[in-house]
């Protein structure tokens, strides 16, 4: 089962796609109502949606839509929490130039970042270092908290694709404070700035759609690539990653509540600018990043 949120001249809407022909089939009936995604994840459980999603399979008059007709918009609108795992991928780690890490390191990113697929990945005027990592998403469909990992996937909704645009010469404190009266010595002694350099808006394209795990029985078998302007940049496989998508969640989980609509995003492959001497996002650039099971989004670059 495919879920997204979309809109059209009836306004936002919540819509699966059922079948192989990529029409969207509008969820509005007694059994199942909710306006976003986020609420069906809410308020029903999986179990409910698939036989909603059965009924509307074997209903043959219901009309569907094309779903290049209406304006999709992320999977999930309101998510309270959007994880990412940092140096997750060993080819990551290797032209990181970094040591495996003992455990999974999060950082953060807001509802600001939020943009779906189609929509416009920002270069902003304090930045001249925007990056690409493509990403899995893992969307939560279960309140949960000290999730063991072998009840990790009971929490799961399912899985769409993400890129983590990044800054990279926003990471650094030193780039922000040359003109400071604080020394660069205290503000290196801080830390690298993650907020800045991960969070400004437009940064979190995330689609087409979430994907339930009926549909992905393993993710860590999953092919995932990024292109910028048809080239291929990133090429790699989920088998690839360091901690699994089961370690994540029982990472994330221990002391914060996770809820349905979360993100947790699960790091990137090697390939990416910084590390690679290419060139990095320019005004009117294309970003493709794909992931097999799930599909593909497609992101424009536009300069502030």
Known sequence: MKLTNYSNSEGKLVACVVGDDGLLYKIRD???SAPTVDDL???YSLHELDQVTEEIAGDKEREGIRADSVKLSTPVISPEKILLAAVNYHSHLEEHHAKPPSEPYFFTKFRNALIASGEEIIIPKISKMVDWEVELAVIIGKKGKYIPRNKAFDYVAGYS???DVSFRDLRFPSHL?????RSSESDASLGTHWVKAKGLDNSFPLGPWLVTVDEVPDPQTLEISLSVNGVIKQRSNTAEMIFSVDELIEHASTGITLKPGDIISTGTPGGVAMFTDQKYL???????ATISRIGTIRNPVRAE
């Open 30 to 32: 007694n059994k199942c």
């Open 161 to 163: 694709v993400a890129v």
């Open 41 to 43: 994840l809410a308020r």
């Open 177 to 181: 404070s040359s003109s400071s009266s």
């Open 282 to 288: 320019k005004d009117g650039d294309i970003v493709e």
